[in-house]
């Protein structure tokens, strides 16, 4: 697999996946919240105590592997390693100074070793 397929499968089937799932039970805790009288009143209570736990502890896991450490002993598709895999492609000059037409900004990139912004 290449950079650029590893790189949409972080996102995609990563945190776009987990996105979805902290949504989505999210809504559903929400709406289950907002009808407790309803739910409770109709004797469903025993059903939806239970499922409520679960949908919390999946809310909790999705949004918990969007910011999991990466790690060498197994892939993880969280925000921090899309980051760290990104950043080996990123070149670390800046922008403006790499652009052939704009002398002034690598004067001052070779120079001072900094971005100059006002340039």
């Not at 950079?3 to 089937?13: D, F, I, N, P, Q």
């Not at 949504?23 to 409770?40: F, M, P």
Request: hydrophobic letters at 40%.
């Amino acid at each position: 697999m290449n950079a650029k397929e590893t790189l949409k499968s972080y996102v995609v089937e990563g945190i776009v996946a987990d996105l979805f799932a902290a949504e989505q039970t999210y809504a559903l805790l929400k709406q289950i919240g907002q009808n407790a009288n309803v739910i409770n009143q109709a004797n469903f209570g025993a059903f939806f105590g239970p499922l409520q736990w679960i949908l919390s502890n999946d809310f909790f896991l999705s949004v918990a592997r969007l910011f999991e450490k990466p790690s060498k002993k197994y892939p993880t598709r969280s925000i921090p390693s899309v980051l760290q895999f990104a950043g080996k492609f990123i070149q670390r000059t800046p922008r403006r100074a790499a652009d052939n037409r704009d002398e002034e900004a690598r004067r001052c990139w070779n120079e001072h070793r900094i971005p100059c912004a006002d340039v």
